[in-house]
């Protein structure tokens, strides 16, 4: 495929994501969207929907030009990422789509604050290493159901400066005080768990 044809697939890979993940709901506010308020960029994008235009929802309408906007704005590595995710969620089960779309709809929930601290966190963990990244991805992994629950309490009952002081700490932190941290948190784990299994047994 030539890079033409790939833009125009990522782009509408985008565009489907939007309606995937978030589809028609009874909301009725929407204003429609005419195909001749779309600018010449976002009719490019959305020339398979062309001769339909008009039978689409007002809700879905926005919705496909939201997506067409926004991949317009991406850079080239945001678009590459794009495609990769459209590509994880073709295969993704039913189920596994209505986890993440219950998530995204947390997600919107969040005040702005949240989702800035949510974008930021994201945003330090696509700068690390993709070893350091693979580590980190295999510790959450490991661990079980109710420490997931724990941790993700404790992260959001930590207040925005408790959290910076934890970051600044961290990486002040020399190699070596880092490990000996990791293994006083994994020895912490490991005692807690021979606990509750001694509490079920």
């Known amino acids: 495929m030539n890079n033409a044809g790939k833009f125009f697939m990522g782009a509408l890979s985008i565009c489907m994501l939007a309606i995937l993940l978030f589809p028609a709901g009874a909301r009725g506010e929407e ?6 308020q779309l600018n010449p960029e976002d009719q490019q994008i959305l020339q398979p929907y062309a001769d339909r235009w008009d039978n689409l929802d007002p809700q879905q309408q926005q ?3 939201r997506g067409a906007q926004r991949w317009n704005r991406m850079t080239p590595e ?3 990422r794009a495609r990769r995710q459209m590509k994880k969620w073709k295969k993704m ?3 596994q789509r209505e986890r993440i779309r219950r998530q995204y709809k947390k997600y919107k929930e969040l005040s702005p604050d949240e989702r800035q601290r949510l974008r930021e966190a994201r945003r330090r963990y696509q700068n690390l290493p993709p070893e350091k990244r693979e ?6 992994q ?11 309490k404790r992260m959001r ?6 959290r910076e002081r934890r970051r600044k700490r961290w990486q002040n932190m020399t190699p070596e005080e ?9 020895n912490r784990r490991n005692e807690n768990r021979q606990q509750q299994r001694g509490q079920n047994d």
């Not at 009952?157 to 408790?162: N, Q, V």
């Not at 880092?178 to 994994?186: A, L, V």
């Open 31 to 36: 204003e429609p969207v005419s195909w001749d």
């Open 63 to 65: 919705k496909l030009q």
């Open 78 to 80: 945001q678009r590459r």
């Open 93 to 95: 089960s039913p189920e």
């Open 135 to 140: 580590q980190l991805r295999k510790r959450w």
């Open 142 to 152: 490991s661990m079980s159901p109710d420490e997931r629950r724990r941790f993700r």
């Open 157 to 162: 009952d930590m207040s925005p400066e408790e």
């Open 178 to 186: 880092r490990e000996q941290f990791r293994q006083r948190r994994e």
